[in-house]
């Protein structure tokens, strides 16, 4: 269609499936290659079709990042392409777009963001710049969150959504990702579960696991979204913070567990979830081995 009609450009409109599907369309066009063969990282060798993103979401970020998440139909697998070019010229964010999202949308695409501020919060990549960011984005997401969820045109709570997922894709487009959404997109595929949905069963779990090496971080976080008073000890401090986490995804409705999720896929799961962080930049505090990582999908298995 772009190359039919002689498209010089792209508006990607949408939630971030569909900006990263502008991305893949804009970068496959003037490197007359398929998605598949851009996955990967620094692949896209020319210059993309000028993208321009308006999203209709609040959490992916992807309006502002240089990632695009496709998903292999026959192989059920997510591939990612990461690349500088595919960051959008511009974006225009408005909240009255967002009105409307139903309370599910709304909880799952606010935990990516939160997700996203998170990881690359406690990544070894972060930066006092992305620090700022990460920061400015949990502490709007645990005050307004909750409000956009349950009354959605509360307009000042869709800006704020709207801005914490900028500042989050911000961050993360610099400090990288980790665990939750290597995990996220291996299960996600195999199962069809929304993204949003995946990583909040997978926080939880992953930040239990790093806790001993990011422990002076989550104190921080719980300091600053006032889940904790300061004289509070670190280690309290952090296990309070991942259960206000955990407290805030049970509160949206969102399961601990996937409801499909079986002991015979977890090996491969865990590899292919390995193969991703520790293969792109994700610069993840704690290292997991296969071992593992099995055990620590275990947990998200329906008892
Ligand atoms: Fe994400």
Known sequence: MVLKNHCDGVLAF?????????????????????????????????????????????????????????????????????DPKLTPRMAALDCNLMLELPPAITAATGVDALTHAIEAYISTNATDHTNELALSAIKLIFKLLETAVTNGKNVQARQSMAMASYYAGMAFSRAGLGYVHAISHNIGAKYAVPHGIANAIILPQVLDFSLPNIEDKLANLARLTNIVDNGVSDKNAAKTFIAAVRQMIKSMGIPHYFENLEAKDIPELARSALKEAHFTPYAVPKYLDQMGCENLISKMMKA
């Open 14 to 82: 949408g939630g971030g499936s569909s900006i990263d599907a502008a991305k893949a369309i804009a970068a496959c066009v003037t490197n007359t290659k398929t998605a598949q063969q851009l996955a990967g990282v620094f692949k896209v060798k020319q210059a993309i079709l000028p993208l321009y993103a308006i999203p209709t979401t609040a959490g992916t970020g992807s309006e502002v990042t240089p990632a695009a998440v496709i998903s292999n139909s026959e192989s059920h697998k997510k591939e990612v392409i990461i």
